[in-house]
């Protein structure tokens, strides 16, 4: 039986920005559709390019192949490394196979790789602010020996840290963690490690930090606000979260697919914003999906502009 259309509430659809790709989100899919071009398909990506189960798809079809780990990918094959970045380990293990590895780890996680490495070179013992399992998280803790990197997620994980010496410590953070939360749990360690070494500058990149600011400014003119993103996308959940915290209900969705109509059964007003991995025309699907309900204009709520771009390996640079 179909659903009868919803009604609206007489404000605007509102769309957040800065929303959507990131620079290197944008830098990573760019590596991949151009090795297909140099190289030719198929090409071998160690796990998803960024997390956007769109943007795989439209890449399997191009011609990428998603594998797990480095021994997947044949005998003289082209390797992509995700923009999530990989361990030392993976990286050796690529090295000594015959294969043409090309690095789409974003420039913003390259960043905390290397402060965490200066780090370890000054007898630091290096504290990881992140998400336990997340692929970001595992390649950065593999830039450095087993037991130099200890990993919290959480304010409430400091108390229980053990360390050799308080006053050879630092911290990194994974780049797409809640700017509150990360802030949160960066009080904790400066609380109990007076001497702690802090990044020169936030580790949290850019991109999540503006579309979080983007979102509570949304969240603030809507009583739905819909992300859209994938389940395994960090900085996608992350924006959810944000909206949830500033009293919206907030429902994460890969598409229009996803909307369950009761959601907006009480005339709601409704924000909509995008995860970093998440492409434009999946917003332009929404906005569409909810004018077949109720006709409605659309007005766009910018925080603030972005700028930013990163060039792609130099082997690609032709």
């Known amino acids: ?61 191009k011609g990428a192949v998603f594998i797990d780990e480095v021994d997947d990918a044949p005998d003289g094959s082209t390797l992509i490394f995700s923009a999530h970045g990989v361990s030392k380990t993976v990286q050796a293990a690529a090295q000594q196979r015959d294969l043409r590895v090309i690095d789409a780890t974003c420039p913003l996680v390259t960043k905390v790789h290397l402060e965490l490495l200066r780090h370890f070179e000054q007898g630091h013992q290096v504290i990881l602010i992140g998400h336990q399992g997340h692929p970001e998280v595992e390649g950065t803790m593999g830039q450095a020996p087993e037991g130099v990197v200890l990993l919290v997620s959480d304010a409430a994980d400091v108390a229980s840290l053990q360390v050799k010496d308080d006053n050879k410590l630092a911290f990194v953070t994974q780049t797409t963690l809640s700017v509150d939360d990360t802030r949160e749990v960066i009080a904790a360690l400066h609380q109990r490690f007076p001497n702690i070494h802090a990044p020169k500058k936030e580790d949290i990149c850019y991109a999540t930090s503006n579309r979080q600011t983007a979102v509570k400014a949304l969240a603030e003119q809507s009583d739905v606000v819909l992300v859209i993103g994938s389940k395994n996308s960090s900085n996608s959940n992350r924006l959810r979260e944000v909206a949830e915290r500033c009293h919206a209900k907030a429902y994460l969705i890969d598409d229009e697919r996803d909307i369950d109509l009761a959601w907006l059964q009480d005339n709601p007003r409704i924000g909509i914003t995008a995860g970093a991995s998440a492409p434009e025309g999946l917003v332009d699907q929404v906005v569409q999906f909810l004018n077949t309900q109720h006709q409605s204009h659309v007005q766009t709520l910018k925080v603030t502009d972005e700028h930013m771009v990163f060039i792609l390996p130099k082997i690609l640079r032709l």
Request: hydrophobic share 40%; with cysteine.
């Open 1 to 61: 039986m179909q659903q009868s259309p919803i009604t609206f509430h007489d404000s605007p659809i509102l769309l957040a920005e800065p929303r959507g790709f990131c620079a290197g989100v944008d830098r990573a899919i760019e590596i991949v559709e151009k090795c297909i071009e140099v190289y030719g398909a198929p090409v071998f990506v160690r796990h998803e390019i960024v997390h956007n189960k769109h943007v795989v798809s439209d890449l399997k079809s």
